[in-house]
């Protein structure tokens, strides 16, 4: 029985998609098979990962952070991994290499510890871990189809200008941003609402931000007062 084809797998480009329901980004994956023969069809699985760790942030940037990683004070170098979408596509038949484009959805609602994170970033590159896995169809050398498993090791990386992302964003969202809530709490933040005559969700979040930061000001103050006394 013959073995199964090596393959070498490499990330080509992003670009974001033009015509998409959601926020889309364009993955462009160059699939080749080492020696040059044939493959029937792939079936890839592809992991996409926030290498967070991979890129430095200014003080701003870590402040926002700690946000996602649940820690106060961040090092650049201790941030674990994002995970950003796992996507499945269909490889036809090629020989020697071939492209396929996988579609990363970016809706708020998708990744949530993803999003926080895009959103933390002022500038710069999102350093970007690719891992790849499935199952690779091929002819025998007695031409029966054979076939063979991709393992995890074959990786690829890549640098998403944020840049990219946020004009992405704004194409669909503009300067809003998706807030999800369960039932029970939407319900009591529209009741809130009718009951301070609020016109819109903006103005009632707006106010209850503004209370907890008097209560949150007054609180700082009278300990002050206490501990100078």
Same mark, same amino acid.
């Given at each position: 029985?013959?073995?199964?084809?090596?393959?070498?797998?490499?990330?080509?480009?992003?670009?974001?998609?033009?015509?998409?329901?959601?926020?889309?980004?364009?993955?462009?994956?160059?699939?080749?098979?080492?020696?040059?023969?044939?493959?029937?069809?792939?079936?890839?699985?592809?992991?996409?990962?926030?290498?967070?760790?991979?890129?430095?942030?200014?003080?701003?940037?870590?402040?926002?952070?700690?946000?996602?990683?649940?820690?106060?004070?961040?090092?650049?170098?201790?941030?674990?991994?994002?995970?950003?979408?796992?996507?499945?596509?269909?490889?036809?038949?090629?020989?020697?290499? !071939?492209?396929?484009? @996988?579609? /990363?959805?970016?809706?708020?609602?998708?990744?949530? #510890? *993803?999003? &926080?994170?895009?959103? =933390?970033?002022?500038?710069?590159?999102?350093?970007?871990?690719?891992?790849?896995?499935?199952?690779?169809?091929?002819?025998?050398?007695?031409?029966?189809?054979?076939?063979?498993?991709?393992?995890?090791?074959?990786?690829?990386?890549?640098?998403?200008?944020?840049?990219?992302?946020?004009?992405?964003?704004?194409?669909?969202?503009? !300067?809003?941003?998706? @807030?999800? /809530?369960?039932?029970?709490?939407?319900?009591?933040? #529209? *009741?809130? &609402?009718?009951?301070? =005559?609020?016109?819109?969700?903006?103005?009632?979040?707006?106010?209850?931000?503004?209370?907890?930061?008097?209560?949150?000001?007054?609180?700082?103050?009278?300990?002050?007062?206490?501990?100078?006394?």
């Amino acid at each position: 029985m013959s073995a199964p084809p090596e393959l070498g797998l490499d990330l080509l480009g992003i670009e974001a998609e033009t015509f998409a329901a959601t926020p889309t980004l364009n993955l462009r994956i160059g699939l080749r098979r080492l020696d040059g023969g044939p493959v029937q069809c792939v079936l890839l699985t592809t992991t996409v990962t926030i290498a967070a760790s991979r890129r430095s942030y200014d003080d701003a940037e870590r402040e926002r952070l700690a946000g996602v990683f649940g820690e106060p004070d961040v090092g650049d170098r201790s941030l674990h991994g994002l995970t950003w979408g796992r996507i499945g596509a269909t490889v036809p038949t090629f020989r020697g290499d !071939a492209e396929v484009t @996988l579609a /990363l959805a970016c809706g708020h609602d998708m990744q949530v #510890a *993803a999003d &926080r994170y895009l959103h =933390a970033l002022r500038g710069g590159d999102v350093p970007l871990d690719l891992t790849f896995n499935g199952t690779v169809f091929y002819p025998g050398e007695d031409g029966r189809l054979r076939t063979g498993q991709i393992p995890w090791h074959h990786e690829a990386t890549g640098r998403l200008p944020v840049q990219t992302w946020r004009d992405l964003m704004d194409r669909y969202y503009g !300067a809003a941003r998706w @807030l999800r /809530l369960d039932d029970d709490c939407f319900a009591r933040l #529209a *009741a809130y &609402r009718a009951r301070r =005559a609020h016109s819109s969700f903006d103005d009632t979040v707006d106010e209850l931000l503004r209370r907890a930061e008097m209560l949150r000001d007054d609180r700082e103050l009278r300990e002050e007062e206490e501990w100078t006394a």
